[in-house]
């Protein structure tokens, strides 16, 4: 990938290792940037797209193994990867409703209200180790900005009203473990 623009923002890693990591980085081929305060998954990738100067973004989370050399290529249109422009003309991120979760729902949502589409890409294959680098959101805290979040999807995009065509009716709507809807 030689036109490739890689952003890294560090939300106050304090690991030896990953600062090690962050400080060997070639600076001709990656830019650090340093986003101090509490997590918030929109805020920090919308700082990096102003940053960013390619036609393409793609959101990459600490978290997600590549298993293959080309999974870029094949997905340059689609593990969020979007056209910069389509980004910023819905207005990237929203930092306010979607710090944590939902974001990347919420903008997929958007641009399809503006006649794009989302694609799923089959061929390329990553694996995401969900929240391994921030932990689960099991204390009140998490879970109280958790099911906020939730609740603000529902209220903006009525997707408990939502009926998707090709889901399987036997199945539960509320697990993504393929359970059986009882």
Do not use: M
């Not at 890689?6 to 690991?15: E, K, T, W």
């Not at 979760?101 to 969900?130: K, M, T, W």
């Not at 889901?167 to 993504?176: D, I, N, T, V």
């Amino acid at each position: 990938y030689p036109d490739v623009d890689i952003i890294v923002v560090d939300n106050d890693s304090d690991d030896p290792e990953t600062l090690a990591y962050l400080g060997a980085l070639d600076p001709t081929r990656h830019r650090v940037f340093h986003h101090s305060g509490a997590f918030n998954y929109s805020a920090i990738n919308n700082r990096a797209v102003s940053e960013a100067q390619g036609r393409l973004l793609c959101l990459l989370n600490n978290d997600v193994e590549t298993t293959e050399p080309y999974w870029l290529a094949t997905l340059a249109a689609a593990c969020l990867v979007v056209e910069r422009d389509k980004f910023l003309t819905v207005g990237g991120l929203d930092e306010r409703n979607f710090a944590v979760a939902f974001n990347d729902v919420d903008l997929c949502l958007r641009l399809n209200q503006r006649g794009r589409q989302s694609l799923y890409e089959p061929r390329a294959v990553l694996i995401h180790h969900e929240s391994v680098s921030r932990g689960l959101d099991k204390d009140p805290v998490g879970a109280a900005r958790f099911a906020g979040e939730l609740a603000a999807l529902k209220r903006i995009w009525k997707t408990d009203e939502i009926v998707d065509p090709y889901h399987h009716p036997q199945l539960s709507r509320a697990s993504e473990q393929f359970a059986v809807a009882l």
